[in-house]
């Protein structure tokens, strides 16, 4: 049984329905940041909107670039509660950006709360998070303590299109002996991520009336053959990838997705362009770069000539490689006391999907984790929901951890 006094509870429940009810999707973040702002303003040592140069979207690993698109509203938030004995530090992680609506969900920007659950789009992915380090920090203050070393809050934009706010933060630089980026992981702890890249292939044929057999050639034809072509890529990749650690309980940790199809604009013509959006994964021995290098190459080799020379493939969207640490590492093994402190079971196990979390790991050379309370299973779906005694659950495991195993 938690030992959290009602007042925390209470706050931080407000705290997350009032979050719920910030329509933050992609651009419309600020009004989230300062809402945050305001309410971690008395609690921390600083606490400071992050404006984003729109510059950044000139940065090589931006992702999902839309025209028009700027940034003059929409901040990261960093804060800091400063540590009392030098001890090592640590950067928290999560996001204030949400997917749009599902269909069929009603009243997705109304939370409900049935039973100690709350629903409505964030709720677990990831305002649910925001509202864990939000309890952890009332945590902090509930026992009186002060954290060995500092902690630093990153409250990011844009990490379901691709981490562009992890990014700007990440480009200003940032220093910390280990990085816990929070997602719904049913509070696993998540050393090893997969990455993934989202493509765009467009595929050209020539066109024709369907009566006109000689000299049409169906870019929609082709693009049933490109999708078998990429494939039997995604298969050899995967038989590369196997034996690496955690990841082998899953049949395909990786899996090739074809989302959009369009081609042609009327039944009885042949089309002269279809275009196949999807999004491939790749597991951490791997990178983006020679992913998608070898996803053209896959292209160019298969068997249909045409094919082999009439296909544009490029990747405008969100492209993340995986990231990975040992699972004996102290930052997995001081997770896991504190789990079990908490009579939590401590499973270690590793993320399908991706996230922010290699930004931190391979380009700042923190070791990090994913841990977080709430579902995948109910992130992005009209089923959206996270249960309150799992945020607080999760927070003293943080609480725990930072006292007890960052000194």
Same mark, same amino acid.
């Given at each position: 049984?938690?030992?959290?006094?009602?007042?925390?509870?209470?706050?931080?429940?407000?705290?997350?329905?009032?979050?719920?009810?910030?329509?933050?999707?992609?651009?419309?973040?600020?009004?989230?940041?300062?809402?945050?702002?305001?309410?971690?303003?008395?609690?921390?040592?600083?606490?400071?909107?992050?404006?984003?140069?729109?510059?950044?979207?000139?940065?090589?690993?931006?992702?999902?670039?839309?025209?028009?698109?700027?940034?003059?509203?929409?901040?990261?938030?960093?804060?800091?509660?400063?540590?009392?004995?030098?001890?090592?530090?640590?950067?928290?992680?999560?996001?204030?950006?949400?997917?749009?609506?599902?269909?069929?969900?009603?009243?997705?920007?109304?939370?409900?709360?049935?039973?100690?659950?709350?629903?409505?789009?964030?709720?677990?992915?990831?305002?649910?998070?925001? !509202?864990?380090?939000?309890?952890?920090?009332? /945590? @902090?203050? &509930?026992? *009186?303590?002060? #954290?060995?070393? =500092?902690?630093?809050?990153h409250f990011v934009v844009?990490?379901?299109?691709?981490?562009?706010?992890?990014?700007?933060?990440?480009?200003?630089?940032?220093?910390?002996?280990?990085?816990?980026?929070?997602?719904?992981?049913?509070?696993?702890?998540?050393?090893?991520?997969?990455?993934?890249?989202?493509?765009?292939?467009?595929?050209?044929?020539?066109?024709?009336?369907?009566?006109?057999?000689?000299?049409?050639?169906?870019?929609?034809?082709?693009?049933?053959?490109?999708?078998? !072509?990429?494939?039997?890529?995604?298969?050899? /990749? @995967?038989? &590369?990838? *196997?034996?690496? #650690?955690?990841? =082998?309980?899953?049949?395909?940790?990786?899996?090739?997705?074809?989302?959009?199809?369009?081609?042609?604009?009327?039944?009885?013509?042949?089309?002269?362009?279809?275009?196949?959006?999807?999004v491939l994964g790749f597991?951490?021995?791997?990178?983006?770069?020679?992913?998608?290098?070898?996803?053209?190459?896959?292209?160019?080799?298969?068997?249909?000539?045409?094919?082999?020379?009439?296909?544009?493939?490029?990747?405008?969207?969100?492209?993340?490689?995986?990231?990975?640490?040992?699972?004996?590492?102290?930052?997995?093994?001081? /997770?896991?006391?504190?789990? *079990?402190?908490?009579?939590?079971? =401590?499973?270690?196990?590793?993320?399908?999907?991706?996230?922010?979390?290699?930004?931190?790991?391979?380009?700042?050379?923190?070791p990090t984790v994913v841990?977080?309370?709430?579902?995948?299973?109910?992130?992005?779906?009209?089923?959206?929901?996270?249960?309150?005694?799992?945020?607080?659950?999760?927070?003293?495991?943080?609480?725990?951890?930072?006292?007890?195993?960052?000194?």
């Amino acid at each position: 049984m938690l030992l959290i006094s009602s007042e925390t509870r209470n706050a931080v429940r407000d705290l997350l329905m009032g979050l719920i009810r910030i329509p933050s999707v992609r651009g419309h973040e600020g009004p989230a940041a300062r809402y945050l702002c305001d309410r971690l303003l008395p609690l921390t040592d600083r606490c400071e909107l992050i404006a984003i140069n729109d510059a950044i979207m000139q940065d090589p690993d931006y992702a999902f670039p839309l025209p028009g698109h700027t940034y003059r509203d929409t901040p990261n938030l960093e804060c800091l509660v400063r540590g009392n004995s030098g001890g090592r530090s640590v950067v928290f992680n999560t996001h204030l950006d949400i997917v749009p609506p599902s269909e069929g969900q009603a009243r997705a920007f109304d939370p409900i709360e049935e039973n100690g659950t709350i629903w409505g789009r964030g709720a677990c992915d990831a305002k649910g998070q925001v !509202a864990t380090l939000y309890a952890l920090i009332l /945590l @902090l203050r &509930e026992r *009186r303590v002060r #954290p060995p070393g =500092d902690l630093t809050f990153h409250f990011v934009v844009e990490e379901e299109n691709g981490g562009n706010g992890t990014l700007a933060m990440i480009r200003r630089g940032v220093r910390a002996d280990a990085a816990v980026v929070l997602e719904p992981s049913e509070m696993s702890i998540i050393p090893a991520v997969r990455g993934a890249v989202w493509f765009d292939l467009k595929v050209f044929g020539r066109a024709a009336h369907s009566g006109n057999v000689a000299g049409r050639i169906s870019a929609l034809d082709k693009a049933v053959i490109a999708m078998q !072509a990429l494939r039997d890529y995604h298969d050899r /990749l @995967l038989a &590369e990838s *196997r034996g690496l #650690p955690l990841f =082998d309980e899953f049949a395909d940790p990786m899996p090739l997705t074809f989302g959009m199809l369009a081609a042609g604009n009327w039944p009885a013509s042949v089309p002269s362009v279809a275009e196949l959006k999807g999004v491939l994964g790749f597991l951490p021995n791997h990178h983006r770069h020679s992913v998608q290098e070898e996803m053209r190459e896959a292209l160019r080799s298969q068997s249909d000539e045409w094919l082999r020379d009439h296909f544009d493939l490029t990747f405008p969207m969100l492209n993340s490689d995986g990231n990975m640490i040992p699972t004996e590492h102290p930052l997995v093994t001081s /997770l896991r006391a504190a789990v *079990r402190k908490n009579q939590v079971s =401590d499973r270690v196990r590793a993320m399908t999907a991706s996230c922010d979390a290699w930004l931190y790991n391979n380009q700042a050379q923190i070791p990090t984790v994913v841990f977080g309370p709430g579902s995948l299973s109910h992130a992005h779906s009209k089923e959206e929901q996270i249960k309150l005694d799992d945020i607080l659950t999760a927070a003293s495991v943080l609480a725990d951890w930072v006292m007890d195993s960052v000194a």
